[in-house]
């Protein structure tokens, strides 16, 4: 390969990388076509960027973002799912997908802006809620005791109503 397209690729991991939330680290290798057209439409859906790259490119690109130490864990083949919007969503995306397919996939580890992420701490946060899940959870228990309150003052509204 050429030095401009090789600075070219990894430019263009550089700019993927950019602004990210997390990404998670997979192998790719024996994997049939139509499987992986599905992980992308999927991983598409969910605004996740998936990128089948070469270790060297990757370790250039994270280097040149200040990311040394995350570049050194990336070894053999890879894929790396991007998400920029949502930080377990490709935890939990390529979690579900492993799982609910069947494929031989694996996962290597993740990344977030300032640490690496095992295996098993993919999984874990994979199980937590996604952003709008977290969000209406949040305005749910937000909203329990000021709904509490009103069932309670209207209860009493109608038992005085009933007494007159």
């Known amino acids: 390969m050429?030095?401009?397209v090789k600075a070219q690729k990894i430019?263009?991991?550089?700019?993927?990388?950019t602004g990210f939330e997390s990404a998670v680290v997979t192998t790719y290798q024996g994997i049939k076509t139509p499987d992986l057209v599905s992980l992308r439409h999927k991983l598409r859906e969910n605004n996740i960027e998936y990128k089948v790259v070469k270790n060297t490119f990757v370790r250039?690109?994270?280097a040149?973002?200040?990311?040394?130490?995350i570049a050194e864990k990336l070894d053999g083949p890879i894929a790396i799912a991007i998400g920029h919007e949502d930080m377990v969503a490709p935890m939990k995306v390529m979690s579900d997908y492993i799982s609910?397919?069947?494929i031989q996939m694996e996962i290597i580890g993740g990344f977030l802006p300032d640490q690496w992420l095992t295996p098993e701490d993919v999984k874990v946060y994979a199980k937590l809620p996604s952003k709008e899940q977290a969000h209406f959870l949040i305005a749910y228990l937000l909203q329990s005791p000021v709904?509490?309150?009103?069932i309670a003052l209207n209860a009493r509204r109608e038992q005085l109503e009933a007494q007159a």
Not at 11 to 17: A, Y
């Open 2 to 4: 050429r030095k401009n």
């Open 11 to 17: 430019d263009e991991i550089q700019s993927s990388l």
């Open 60 to 62: 250039r690109a994270m």
């Open 64 to 69: 040149a973002l200040g990311h040394d130490a």
């Open 100 to 102: 609910s397919s069947g």
């Open 147 to 150: 709904r509490s309150l009103a």
